[in-house]
Structures are given as structure tokens and as C-alpha cells.
């Protein structure tokens, strides 16, 4: 949440120079406040776990956020229970004429295919048209953020020589943006991906920002130039045993998998895992939350027509 300073105070221009949120006494006695509508696509396999994991991440803000849970319709889900899904998800069609403050598409479990031949495809690229328009802040996640990119920019994904496993340090290419404040200048993020995006080809487009990348993992988080739409390639969502559940999955299917990067002590796959991505997992999150939907955002969402 911002300070509320007056604006001749000398430390406001210096927290300002630091990327801290800073407001005024004019500006906030203009605020409105009504809680957030949070729609989140879930398109991963375990359907349960992850949106533990994401709630888990957006309750740590002070904002009241109103979360709504939907699936795709053209899609059966194999490894969640079905009376969970009737109980609480809804359906693109039960939600088209509706307005989100915010939209959060997830990873999925099928990067090795071109993205065509999911099965949900045509309706995926039907939410992200929609969301254009009836939704103020899309943040994509993983293989979301690569269907993101493909759908909206062309952008391709390519297929890596080994997976991108592990826990990855990371850099930030623009400081002054608000989805990384209070970012450590070295941050690490879980990656678990067969491909990735090409660097120079976003950096071609003039309407797309990298904010984060790694030496390593290649480019982690991508912005629009409206800071509307965020395609993040990593899974700061991830709990503390996510990636070892996989490893000894894969392991367990006879799979060729390594030892995840920087995850186990000394990569001994017997040790309690380090989880030293946590703090800049929530913080991403409550900068997503805080300062690039509720300080954005229309009060009555039926104004989003009109910046669509």
C-alpha cells in the first residue's frame, strides 16, 4: 500500500528517485475503495494444489480481493475431482459478459505440442481476445505467458536442448517499474519448462518491455507497453516441494530428468530443499495486486469499454 505524505515534504522526491509508492494528500482524498474481482484460469492438471498456491500469494495484501475459478470448458480434467470442478469453477460462458479488475492464466502441462493442437486452444485464444477488453490486468504464467506472447504478438516458442529445471537467479532490467519494487538486485524463481521464448525477437517488438531475466533461464517476466498485460515464464507460485514432486515423478516414469538447479543442498535429492524464493514470490504478486491493478484500475469496471 502507498504512503500518504504531503507532497512539499523533502523525502517524497527522494522515496520517489527509490521506486517507493508514494501518494499525496490530494490524490488519496480522491480514492474510492471496493474489493478487487480476480478471475483465475486454471489450466493445470492438479487444479487444487495450484490454486493453493496462487490464493496463498494474493491474500498477502491488505486489499479485499474477490476471486472467481474457472476452466476450460473444451477440456476434461483427468486429475481434479469433478465434483470439485462443478462446486467451484465456473466456465467462459458463465463469466463473457462479465469485468475483472485482473485475470490470471496459468502454466499447463503441454508446451511440447504447438499450441494448435491443445485441445482447448480456440478457446483459450477466445479468453485472451475477451480479456482485451473486459479486463483490466492479464498476468500470464509459464506456458501462459508463451501462449500469450504467440497469440497476442506472434511471438514463437522453441524448444529447448535439455528442461529448464531448477531454481535460477535473477536480474532486473528496469528498475523504476512497479511489478519490481523492493526487488533484491539477485532474485531467484523455479522454472520447469521444455521451451522458452526468444530474446531478440521480443526485444523487436516496440510494443513489449523485459523487466526481469537470467543468465541462465533466459527472460523471465515481459510487460506491454499499457503495463496491462504481463507474461511471467517462471513459477514463483511454487511451493517449497513442487519441484521435487516432478523430479522424482519423472524419475519415477523413466523419464530422463536432472537434478533440479540450485535446489537440493549439495544436489542431493535426499535433503529438504532450499525455498528461497518466497519472499520475492509474494512481492510479486502484491506489486501485480496493489500497484498495477488497484492503483489502475476503473472504479466501476463498466468503464473498462472504453480503455479496451
Not at 524448444?159 to 533484491?184: Q, S, T, Y
Amino acid at each position: 500500500m502507498p504512503i500518504n505524505i504531503p507532497e512539499n515534504l523533502p523525502a517524497h522526491e527522494a522515496l520517489t528517485k527509490e521506486n517507493i509508492f508514494v501518494m499525496t494528500d490530494n490524490v488519496a482524498s480522491r480514492q474510492d475503495i471496493r474489493p478487487l474481482e480476480i478471475l483465475i484460469l486454471n489450466l493445470m492438471p492438479k487444479k487444487i494444489e495450484t490454486e493453493t498456491q496462487i490464493l496463498r500469494l494474493l491474500s498477502n495484501t491488505p486489499i479485499q480481493v474477490n476471486i472467481e475459478l474457472m476452466q476450460a470448458a473444451s477440456h476434461v480434467a483427468k486429475n481434479t475431482p469433478y465434483e470439485h470442478l462443478i462446486k467451484f469453477y465456473t466456465t467462459f460462458e458463465q463469466v463473457r459478459d462479465r469485468r475483472f479488475d485482473g485475470l490470471i492464466i496459468t502454466g499447463a502441462p503441454v508446451e511440447q505440442y504447438e499450441f494448435e493442437e491443445v485441445d482447448y486452444w480456440k478457446e483459450l485464444c477466445e479468453i485472451m481476445e475477451w480479456s482485451k477488453t473486459n479486463v483490466f490486468s492479464t498476468f500470464h504464467i509459464c506456458w501462459g505467458a508463451q501462449a500469450g506472447l504467440y497469440y497476442h504478438y506472434g511471438i514463437k516458442k522453441y524448444k529447448l536442448p535439455a528442461k529448464m529445471f531448477g531454481v535460477f537467479p535473477h536480474k532486473i532490467e528496469i528498475p523504476n517499474h512497479p511489478l519490481v519494487r523492493g526487488f533484491d538486485e539477485t532474485f531467484f524463481v523455479p522454472h520447469s519448462r521444455h521451451t522458452g521464448v526468444d530474446r531478440m525477437e521480443i526485444e523487436s517488438s516496440p510494443e513489449l518491455k523485459i523487466l526481469t531475466s537470467s543468465h541462465i533461464s533466459g527472460v523471465h517476466i515481459v510487460a506491454d507497453k499499457t503495463n496491462r498485460q504481463f507474461f511471467v515464464t517462471g513459477h514463483s507460485e511454487y511451493d517449497r516441494f513442487t519441484l521435487s514432486d516432478e523430479y522424482f515423478r519423472d524419475l519415477g516414469k523413466g523419464l530422463p530428468i536432472k537434478v533440479p538447479f540450485n535446489y537440493f543442498p549439495y544436489d542431493d535429492p535426499g535433503q529438504p530443499p532450499h525455498f528461497n524464493w518466497r519472499c520475492h514470490a509474494n512481492l510479486l504478486f502484491s506489486n501485480w495486486i496493489n500497484y498495477c491493478v488497484y492503483q489502475e484500475t476503473p472504479y466501476d469496471l463498466n468503464d473498462l469499454k472504453n480503455i479496451g
